[in-house]
């Protein structure tokens, strides 16, 4: 594990964003700078942190933990399902082939938890009849494992666009994907989680719930965006669920719920301008990510060299048109 002091040393570096020339376009997420050409895509994480559909700063080294676990996922679940990668020239560089995105957000849950409007739990504990088209079992409890896992799909866009709440049903009577392709989506996504439930098991860590992006190549299913990352799944430490959860409490986990919650805890709700998160907010989160990381692959994360932009850019020349 990377030492606290050495997290703390690279606070000042943290990446926030990229201006980089000759790959394309660029746009800028959340947490990625995105550089789109018309065959191909230069992926760059930054260490931008957000929650709540909003930037909040920037942890260190979340960047290159999150590139290369996703990476590292690729590699893992290449056997089921085709992915974009076509090289991974630097710890917070993926450069992709251009793929046509689906515009459904697969979110994939192996427990009934959550808080926000569209989370399971808040849906389940109203009293909505077949939230997500789903036939849940009567009695359960926040936090509880589900029979199975379920797919929640949900619309993607831009801020104020996106997450509305649809059941595979609807994704299909929208037209919002074709049904043979929608059931070869749903067969993989699931395929895709249990493999992800089992490293997560070995690890100590139970993979709570997860999104999975899908695009065509060419007119072939591929996985695209990221996988299994703490930005993009909720890990537990299955020890601290399995002591908190007769308790009704919450466990910890190594994800950015973590940020959420010290959010929540400073009174933020996610309107107006958010407290600046303290150093030591950003080492303690800089610490889950990376363990999730060591936990997961089995192996130790060497921060790459600061600063990261001439690095950055030094890797993506053979790229530049």
């Not at 059941?167 to 994907?177: H, T």
């Amino acid at each position: 594990m990377v030492s606290e002091q050495i997290i703390r040393d690279a606070i000042p570096h943290a990446l926030l964003r990229t201006d980089l020339t000759g790959l394309g376009e660029r746009y800028q997420g959340k947490v990625r700078d995105n550089y789109l050409s018309d065959d191909r895509r230069v992926l760059v994480a930054t260490d931008r942190i957000s929650a709540f559909d909003r930037v909040l700063g920037a942890i260190p080294f979340k960047g290159q933990v999150l590139n290369q676990l996703s990476a590292w996922w690729f590699e893992q679940t290449a056997d089921l399902v085709g992915n974009h990668i076509e090289a991974v020239p630097d710890p917070n560089v993926t450069v992709a082939r251009n793929a046509d995105t689906l515009p459904v957000e697969v979110v994939v849950r192996g427990y009934i938890t959550g808080v926000t409007d569209t989370a399971l739990w808040t849906l389940y504990s109203a009293g909505v009849e077949r939230p997500y088209g789903l036939d849940l079992p009567e009695g359960l409890r926040k936090n509880d494992k589900l029979p199975e896992a379920v797919i929640t799909p949900t619309t993607k866009g831009g801020p104020g666009e996106h997450d509305e709440r649809l059941s595979s049903a609807e994704v299909v009577e929208k037209g919002l994907v074709e049904p043979a392709l929608w059931a070869q989506v749903c067969e993989v996504a699931l395929e895709i989680f249990r493999r992800g439930q089992a490293v997560a098991e070995r690890a100590g860590l139970i993979l709570v719930d997860t999104k999975y992006e899908f695009g065509l190549i060419d007119g072939q299913l591929c996985l695209i965006d990221e996988v299994h990352t703490p930005d993009s799944s909720r890990y537990w430490i299955r020890e601290l669920w399995e002591q908190n959860h007769p308790l009704g409490k919450s466990p910890e986990g190594l994800d950015k719920e973590y940020v959420r919650r010290w959010l929540a805890s400073q009174g933020y709700k996610g309107e107006g301008q958010s407290p600046p998160l303290p150093p030591d907010v950003k080492v303690e989160l800089a610490r889950r990510y990376i363990s999730a990381f060591e936990r997961l692959t089995g192996t130790t994360f060497a921060p790459a060299p600061q600063p990261a932009a001439e690095r950055i850019a030094a890797a993506l020349a053979p790229f530049r048109r």
